[in-house]
């Protein structure tokens, strides 16, 4: 479920202070909930390729529609991502942030993780068109457990980013959202009955 901006910016989460440049795109409630220590299994969870292709089918096609795009017109060459148009975020870490965990990989996006705490989780991505981050929190709710909390941050590049940002935002929200939503449930669903 999408849910309002401010749910994010009233938290007093680390990532404000180090990506200050950087605009809310979207903020989600994950289908996760749990205890107050498990962030680590919805990371896991989230980084995992779960093999639901039941739901994933048209997910998978758009990011491989995507991918090939890219490849195309060259948005995703070595000289565009991390590291060369854009310095990493982990360069603007706190030394007690830059020193702690922050993995796990992706096993199948090209996202890399940035740091890790107890009740949060940020990993980038950039590209020709935007240096993004997307931010997993771990959220104590009224019920004295607690949920996951997914915003994505984006800096556009340009007139191009932004123009990218606009062409796929109803792709966005009518097919990546609902299916990743739905791939997140499911194996959270599966993992909270194995590892009760």
């Known amino acids: 479920m999408r849910i309002p901006i401010s749910v994010f910016t009233d938290q007093p989460w680390r990532v404000h202070a180090v990506a200050p440049d950087f605009d809310v795109a979207d903020v989600w409630l994950l289908p996760a909930s749990g205890g107050p220590r498990d962030l680590d299994r919805l990371v896991e969870v989230f980084t995992s390729d779960n093999g639901d292709d039941e739901v994933s089918f048209a997910y998978r096609a758009l990011f491989a529609i995507r991918w090939r795009l890219g490849a195309l017109f060259g948005w995703d060459d070595e000289d565009a991502g991390i590291g060369a148009r854009v310095r990493t975020l982990r360069d603007r870490l706190p030394e007690d942030l830059r020193d702690g965990p922050r993995g796990p990989e992706f096993r199948t996006l090209p996202f890399t993780p ?57 792709f966005r929200y009518l097919f990546v959202y609902p299916a990743l939503m739905k791939l997140i449930e499911r194996a959270w669903q599966r993992d909270s009955a194995t590892n009760g």
């Open 114 to 170: 940035v740091y890790r705490t107890e009740s949060e989780w940020l990993a980038e991505i950039a590209n020709a068109t935007v240096h993004a981050a997307m931010h997993i929190g771990w959220v104590p709710d009224a019920s004295g457990g607690y949920h996951g909390q997914m915003a994505v941050l984006v800096k556009p590049n340009g007139l191009l980013g932004r123009l990218y940002m606009a062409a796929i935002l109803p």
